[in-house]
């Protein structure tokens, strides 16, 4: 399996620009994950979902930031407008639920600056 | 409500000095407790993880942590470091509510130095 596959790696914008960063989970994978690392503030759980249904996004910071999950094997997660505070490095994972589960698998993260 | 907390937030070391990187943690759920390592601008990757059975575990790269109920700990240790084992440690413990959420510590620098 190829992992948790997240585009762009990296990604450069002005203020006010809109940002869509995207993820692939792992195949059959039933759990999705959005974060955010800063150096402020750690590591940051935006939002999850299970089965493509948003669980709990009550880590996301304002209505600038939206996700969607339209089907088992894509996610994006949108900021606009986009400012500089919005600068960090997201991360994508997924898990499948079962027992003995609950690990998380990471992509290698989308760097985001906002000029 | 269940939390994680990293008790050093750097650990310098010497190559091939011995380690431990502590974590405590509350849970009101059943306990599962994981490490991860993130590589210099990489994502996290799983270490090891406890979810039941032997409070010894052993994970990649010869680490190991030791699960102990009585003091909410559990600590990673590795006997001998080198200078590749410089990264950023994390230990998390699973959330509540019946989902696969992970409630991450705020993670521990370890530099190794020659």
Redesign the interface.
């Known amino acids: 399996d190829a992992g948790v596959i997240q585009s762009p790696r990296h990604e450069v914008t002005e203020m006010g620009q809109e940002v869509t960063l995207r993820c692939k989970p792992i195949s059959g994978h039933d759990y999705l994950f959005w974060y955010r690392q800063t150096m402020m503030r750690g590591l940051e759980l935006l939002i999850y979902f299970n089965n493509n249904v948003p669980i709990d996004d009550s880590g996301m910071p304002e209505d600038r930031f939206s996700a969607k999950m339209p089907n088992a094997s894509f996610s994006t997660l949108k900021i606009q407008p986009s400012e500089p505070r919005d600068s960090a490095v997201y991360f994508c994972a997924s898990s499948f639920a079962q027992r003995g589960g609950h690990e998380q698998f990471f992509g290698p993260g989308t760097r985001l600056t906002v000029l | 409500a269940q939390s994680v907390t990293q008790l050093d937030s750097q650990v310098p070391v010497f190559e091939e000095a011995p380690v431990e990187l502590r974590c405590n943690y509350s849970s009101s759920v059943s306990v599962?407790l994981?490490w991860?390592v993130q590589y210099p601008n990489?994502?996290?990757?799983?270490l090891l993880?406890y979810?039941s059975g032997s409070t010894l575990v052993k994970g990649i790269n010869g680490f190991e942590a030791e699960f102990n109920k009585s003091q909410t700990s559990f600590h990673l240790r590795k006997p001998s470091v080198h200078i590749s084992d410089t990264a950023e440690y994390?230990c998390a413990v699973?959330g509540d509510g019946g989902?696969?959420?992970?409630i991450?510590g705020?993670?521990t620098r370890l530099a190794v130095h020659p």
């Open positions: 599962y994981f991860y990489q994502g996290l990757q799983l993880k979810l994390f699973r989902y696969n959420k992970l991450f705020a993670g």
